[in-house]
């Protein structure tokens, strides 16, 4: 009996993946995808050697902010304002909403060009929609049901594995430019590295990994946070290790491709000047054909479904938090007000940005500098959450993570040194 109710209760491995592979798909959002292809563009193979670097540092740092969230049972933001002073808590969060809010409106922009490249038509107003959808179906749809469907989309990435495999590959050239990359010693390579791990480690996902460990023990009955019941404990970290450890590399092979795709078709043809995911799109259809070209244009409206709630979300998750406002997906928006205003707010900024004349490339740029001063004081305060008892009862960090979390946090903070270096050359 004892033997057939353990196994009734161990987890399959695809029950196992919920919040590190949402999370980890998410990052390939589509500013994410146009700073891969510019890179790509840009430097052939030369680059893609930092996303094996930042690779167990994504790992590293998600696992963290998912063990602090499934601990506690709280968000990053609500435990950040019970521990350490406000002014220093409401900085940080509110440096993050504007960069969020400015992704938000880029990912939208994006995925409305790539309708609009497929079909035709208004891109805006295209954008306005997915927007308007992505919305309603956070509000009205409890978090329990939302889930599954982010797990779902998490699949449009695919199309961009699958894009490399319908142009030609010199594999022996990839492995020795990644082996043996042409690093270039100047200030626009180095700004290069600086975007790609920027664009791989950043905070909004901090955020809304923890908020999601926070909803499902509140969507779960079975289940409460480790520092309630901490029989759980063993069971539900080697759940967040296994989640999140497949979700990032899933997350950076997907970037791995994509770096690989602008490589080999555009630097490869002298384009090496891609300003936004569409225009890598756009790119690919004269050098690689209408099917990879519409295989990659799918896939920045598939990641962009799946981006654009996790980015809103985590906006929401962190104003509440911060604030002391009650906050949850799985609440009505009667139930959570200022969490669902904030999550309309963000989602109507990024709409209303698409209708201005602000230039989405240098919003993207602003957004990227804010990501990386904000990420580094991120990054610290969570490592000292994670490592103060008060916070993890018996789950604070051992000695591998804290080992890993410290260097990532380090690696981010000599990118954004060399960011502030390298800045206007």
Partial sequence: M????????????????????????????????????????????????????????????????????CATGKGLSSSMRKYYPRPWVYGLVFSVLVANVINLAADIGAMGAALKLLIGGPAVLYAAGFAIVSLLLQMYVPFSRYSPILKVLTLSLFAYVATVFVIHVPWGEVVKGIVVPKVRPNAKYAVAIVAVLGTTISPYLFFW???????????????????????????????????????????????????LTAAVVLHAHGKTNIQSASDAAEALRPLAGRFAFG???????????????????????????????????EYKPHQAKFFYG???????????????????IKALYWCAVINGVAAVPMMIMIMLLAMNKKVMGKFTLNTSLKVWGWIATGVMTAAAVVMFATWGQ
């Fill in 295 to 329: 295989l990659f244009a799918a896939g920045i409206i598939g990641t962009g479904l799946l981006a654009v709630p996790v980015l809103a979300g985590s906006t929401a998750f962190a104003a509440a938090g911060a604030l002391g406002y009650r906050s949850g997906l």
């Fill in 2 to 69: 004892n033997d057939l109710s353990s196994t009734k209760s161990k987890p399959s491995l695809l029950r196992k993946l919920s919040a590190g592979l949402i999370t980890g798909a998410a990052d390939d959002d589509p500013s994410g995808i146009a700073t891969y292809s510019q890179v790509g563009a840009a430097y052939g193979y030369a680059t893609i050697w930092s996303l094996f670097l930042a690779m167990p540092l994504m790992i590293a740092i998600q696992a963290i902010s998912a063990r602090i969230g």
């Fill in 209 to 259: 990994q923890a908020a999601q460990e926070a909803e499902e023990i509140r969507d779960d009955g079975d289940r409460r946070s480790l520092k309630a019941d901490p029989s759980q404990g063993p069971e539900q970290i080697e759940r967040i290790t296994v989640d999140t450890t497949i979700g990032m590399v899933f997350s950076n092979i997907v970037a791995i491709f994509i770096i």
């Fill in 342 to 360: 904030v999550l309309v707010f963000a989602s109507l900024v990024g709409i209303v940005l698409n209708f201005t004349p602000v230039d989405p």
